[in-house]
């Protein structure tokens, strides 16, 4: 037995382009002949598995392959070649078996009604996934209660703002208990607060019923707060695939340790610089160090520090998942 519930193997997209012919022959070229003149290849040859209970950050830039490649797994797309299979099913041969054991919550999209109720609309749904009343009960009273929906249930859904639509949506997607939640940015346009909410929700929901969630977004904070691994594409290949951790390990650069000083230490400190080790801010008995991950370890380097001053306090300070991917996009275009 496995307990894969996500995979996909060598999945290949393309898509044909016809180009513009200039002047009426041209045009009438272009009528005539509908032969597409090149393939733009969306998704090229990716793989990976995810298993049952995995958060899993799927990201990448604009054009990356990420709607593409989540379009194939929930069926709408066939691929050009390769094979995939969620919750052992062939999404584009068994759209409707599938419908009930996936989740999908577009941040630019909605399933609910507009012009109806939250509540209408949710009870639409129930009927179209044939719900029984008391599951669909339950599940209601979750949403409910970890989404904050009470005020505004009876609330049409073109007068919601967006942070209330897209947890009506969240509980829309949830009412027929998938095991699997295809979210792709779940939180674009959310204040704060609203961001914090959907956070707290999705982790209960991965770690009390081991929902399996693959996310896609462009806000790198969601993937911190939220998934242990990720998996980063550009230009339709896979990049990386593995934890956080190891993503600053190889990508990360620099780490940053904060050594907080009895009193001011000895000026011989800033003889701390070399190639892998530098002083970039010192302000009284504070001193800020940047150093190379991979030629010295932290426990090191403080006990270095303290030669020069008896240590208050220290913190480190890993490098943001922002810099991180960026320095591994412009690693892959040297």
Same mark, same amino acid.
């Given at each position: 037995?496995?307990?894969?519930?996500?995979?996909?193997?060598?999945?290949?997209?393309?898509?044909?382009?016809?180009?513009?012919?200039?002047?009426?022959?041209?045009?009438?070229?272009?009528?005539?002949?509908? &032969?597409?003149?090149?393939?733009?290849?969306?998704?090229?040859?990716?793989?990976?598995?995810?298993?049952?209970?995995?958060?899993?950050?799927?990201?990448?830039?604009?054009?990356?392959?990420?709607?593409?490649?989540?379009?194939?797994? &929930?069926?709408?797309?066939?691929?050009?070649?390769?094979?995939?299979?969620?919750?052992?099913?062939?999404?584009?041969?068994?759209?409707?078996?599938?419908?009930?054991?996936?989740?999908?919550?577009?941040?630019?999209?909605?399933?609910?009604?507009?012009?109806?109720?939250?509540?209408?609309?949710?009870?639409?749904?129930?009927?179209?996934?044939?719900?029984? $009343?008391?599951?669909?009960?339950?599940?209601?009273?979750?949403?409910?209660?970890?989404?904050?929906?009470?005020?505004?249930?009876? &609330?049409?859904?073109?007068?919601?703002?967006?942070?209330?639509?897209?947890?009506?949506?969240?509980?829309?997607?949830?009412?027929?208990?998938?095991?699997?939640?295809?979210?792709?940015?779940?939180?674009?346009?959310?204040?704060?607060?609203?961001?914090?909410?959907?956070?707290?929700?999705?982790?209960?929901?991965?770690?009390?019923?081991?929902?399996?969630?693959?996310?896609?977004?462009?806000?790198?904070?969601?993937?911190?707060?939220?998934?242990?691994?990720?998996?980063?594409?550009?230009?339709?290949?896979?990049?990386?695939?593995?934890?956080? +951790?190891?993503?600053?390990?190889?990508?990360?650069?620099?780490?940053?340790?904060?050594?907080?000083? $009895?009193? $001011?230490?000895?000026?011989?400190?800033?003889?701390?610089?070399?190639?892998?080790?530098?002083?970039?801010?010192?302000?009284?008995?504070?001193?800020?160090?940047?150093? +190379?991950?991979?030629?010295?370890?932290?426990? $090191?380097?403080?006990?270095?520090?303290?030669?020069?001053?008896?240590?208050?306090?220290?913190?480190?300070?890993?490098?943001?998942?922002?810099?991180?991917?960026?320095?591994?996009?412009?690693?892959?275009?040297?």
């Amino acid at each position: 037995m496995t307990d894969t519930m996500i995979s996909a193997q060598k999945l290949i997209k393309t898509f044909p382009i016809k180009k513009h012919h200039a002047g009426a022959l041209g045009a009438l070229r272009g009528l005539v002949d509908r &032969t597409p003149d090149e393939q733009f290849t969306a998704v090229d040859n990716i793989s990976f598995e995810i298993e049952r209970g995995e958060m899993v950050g799927y990201i990448g830039p604009n054009g990356a392959g990420k709607s593409t490649t989540i379009k194939m797994l &929930t069926g709408i797309l066939v691929p050009s070649s390769g094979e995939a299979t969620v919750a052992g099913i062939t999404p584009w041969e068994n759209r409707k078996q599938l419908a009930r054991q996936i989740g999908v919550v577009f941040g630019q999209r909605t399933q609910l009604w507009w012009d109806l109720a939250l509540i209408d609309s949710l009870d639409l749904l129930r009927h179209m996934y044939q719900v029984p $009343e008391k599951r669909f009960r339950e599940n209601l009273d979750h949403a409910r209660e970890l989404l904050d929906l009470d005020d505004f249930l009876r &609330t049409p859904v073109r007068q919601l703002s967006l942070g209330q639509r897209m947890r009506g949506d969240l509980a829309a997607a949830l009412l027929h208990d998938p095991p699997i939640l295809y979210l792709d940015e779940p939180t674009i346009g959310l204040d704060i607060v609203a961001k914090a909410r959907m956070r707290e929700f999705l982790s209960a929901l991965n770690r009390d019923r081991q929902v399996t969630i693959l996310l896609t977004t462009h806000d790198l904070a969601d993937i911190e707060h939220l998934c242990k691994r990720i998996i980063v594409i550009d230009h339709g290949q896979v990049m990386y695939d593995g934890g956080l +951790d190891a993503l600053r390990g190889r990508f990360g650069g620099k780490r940053h340790i904060t050594v907080d000083f $009895e009193q $001011e230490p000895d000026d011989a400190i800033m003889t701390l610089h070399n190639g892998q080790i530098s002083v970039v801010e010192r302000t009284g008995p504070r001193v800020r160090i940047a150093f +190379d991950r991979t030629a010295i370890t932290a426990p $090191e380097l403080l006990a270095r520090a303290g030669r020069y001053g008896s240590v208050r306090d220290m913190s480190i300070e890993e490098p943001q998942i922002e810099e991180v991917i960026r320095q591994m996009y412009e690693g892959a275009r040297v």
